[in-house]
């Protein structure tokens, strides 16, 4: 069973995280692109071409800073080890990372950009989109990326805090 500490921690680390890049990568956004033409699938003003490099970068910065960061907590007292258990499909996804924070970054990063910038672009697709105004973009983009750094924070904290081979034997 998950204790409520770590249930409590992952919930806040979700929250800080997805509201945070929400807040940033939207208003980034909007600065950006505010007076420029509609966005479209290829050329100079890209959506596809955003989204990709979106979802490389973002998950590589937000491990680099969230891995670290919990590491410190831990190493002062402020954290102990965490786990959701064997039946968690994402304490196994954490597990499979590797302990060095900048490998796992990268890990991140090409998931982001392997598996979330398809299915998004896909999602697109589907829906007929072939422009976005400016405006529509920026929010689009401030949930989107919310949404991608509250769902991948969690396996980067257990990344973090998961029992090293010291601490298992």
């Not at 929250?15 to 807040?23: E, F, I, P, R, T």
């Not at 033409?37 to 491990?63: C, K, M, N, R, Y």
Request: overall charge positive; proline content about 5%; some cysteine.
């Amino acid at each position: 069973m998950v204790s409520g500490a770590t249930r409590e921690h992952l919930k806040h680390e979700a929250l800080v995280s997805g509201l945070s890049n929400a807040l940033f990568n939207g208003i980034i956004a909007w600065f950006l692109i505010r007076s420029g033409p509609a966005l479209q699938w290829g050329g100079e003003h890209s959506f596809a071409i955003d989204v990709t490099a979106t979802a490389l970068l973002l998950p590589l910065i937000v491990a680099l800073i969230v891995i670290p960061l919990q590491r410190s907590k831990q190493k002062k007292g402020k954290l102990q080890t965490m786990s959701l258990g064997p039946e968690s499909p994402i304490q196994c996804l954490a597990n499979l990372l590797p302990y060095s924070t900048g490998k796992s970054a990268i890990v991140f990063g090409l998931v982001g950009m392997l598996v979330i910038a398809p299915t998004t672009l896909l999602g697109f697709y589907l829906l007929g989109v072939t422009e976005i105004a400016p405006l529509h973009y920026a929010i689009f983009k401030g949930l989107w990326a919310g949404s991608m750094a509250a769902v991948l924070v969690l396996p980067m904290v257990l990344v973090a805090l998961r029992k090293t081979g010291k601490e298992l034997a």
